[in-house]
């Protein structure tokens, strides 16, 4: 048995296929048959897929270089806030209001 993809073309070890439920991409690593459906299991994921869940493409894209972000940053981005600017604490211990008057 042939794996097809959602537009009846045929799909090989090797092929680069997207998933169309989520846009996941990788390249078909195994074909399985289990009760005459065809999964094929993506190299990306490591998950199986229907055959008929999945469109041949022709290449993966190139990714864009991601910048990881630390956890400040995120939550700072996700609070629609600006990088936090970097204060000195005063070293006196005389308490609040040091040098006013």
Known sequence: MEAKDCRNR???IGSTVRYIGTCSMGRADEIHVRKC?????????????????LELV????LKEKRVEKNL???ILQSRGLKKAVIT???????GPGYGGG
């Open 10 to 12: 045929i799909i090989e």
């Open 37 to 53: 459906e065809t999964w094929i299991k993506l190299n990306s994921t490591g998950l199986l897929y229907r055959s008929d869940f």
């Open 58 to 61: 022709d290449q993966l894209p």
């Open 72 to 74: 400040k940053e995120k």
């Open 88 to 94: 000195q604490i005063s070293d006196h211990t005389d």
